[in-house]
């Protein structure tokens, strides 16, 4: 389960950086059913591009947004019928469409269930500490973004074998990007860094996908 333990202290801290910077955290309930959104947050949300860098967003972290890449608002859940031709079998299939995620990857949910209860229950301080996010790709980018929009500082590692857009883009967000050896398949290696970070700096808090129990209640 997830440690719901508070640290008051921090929490304050988190509280008065949200009021700061005008940051409204969604529950998992709207998340779920952005019907439970208020109306003035979804009037703002006419305004901001779909991959705005824009706190607003938080409350676009849904299978459930418009396919619309500005000012779009919610629908139903976006998914792909695949037909019977390609299957080969009379079910019917269906995929989930993550393209109309911030980011265009559902990542970006599993990475706000990793950093939301810390924020709020005052296990990370964003004034002080900085979220690590290790993976060959969208949870990483994920929680590089995440954190720019709740202000807090960010590592992201990722092989560097991965594409230069997807550094670049990093660059923008993350306050470190770590590139380690290898590309797809060598994840030993982010990890390896990831221990060494723990090892040699006490300002970090590394969100490892595997081990965050927040990562699989976002996708439930």
Not at 119 to 135: E, H, M, N, R, Y
Not at 200 to 210: E, Y
Request: aromatic residues 10%; charged residues 20%; hydrophobic residues 40%.
């Amino acid at each position: 389960m997830i440690d719901l333990t508070v640290n008051e202290e921090i929490r304050q801290k988190s509280i008065e950086l949200a009021r700061r910077r005008g940051i409204i955290i969604p529950t998992f309930r709207q998340m779920a059913d952005p019907e439970q959104i208020p109306q003035p947050i979804k009037q703002r949300l006419r305004q901001v591009g779909l991959w705005e860098v824009n706190p607003l967003n938080l409350f676009r972290i849904t299978w459930k947004n418009e396919p619309v890449e500005q000012g779009g608002l919610f629908n139903g859940v976006n998914v792909w019928e695949i037909p019977p031709a390609l299957t080969g079998v009379k079910a019917r299939l269906f995929a989930l469409i993550g393209k109309w995620f911030p980011t265009g990857a559902h990542k970006v949910g599993a990475t706000f269930g990793c950093l939301v209860p810390r924020l709020v229950t005052g296990q990370f301080d964003p004034t002080s500490q900085k979220a690590v996010w290790p993976s060959t790709g969208n949870f990483c980018r994920g929680g590089a973004y995440n954190s720019a929009l709740l202000g807090c500082d960010s590592i992201a590692i990722l092989p560097e074998g991965m594409s230069r857009e997807r550094f670049e883009w990093l660059k923008t967000l993350a306050g470190e990007v770590i590139a380690t050896p290898g590309s797809e398949s060598n994840v030993k290696e982010i990890y390896d860094k990831c221990w060494e970070l723990r090892r040699t700096r006490n300002d970090v808090v590394i969100f490892n996908q595997f081990e965050e129990f927040g990562n699989y209640l976002w996708h439930y």
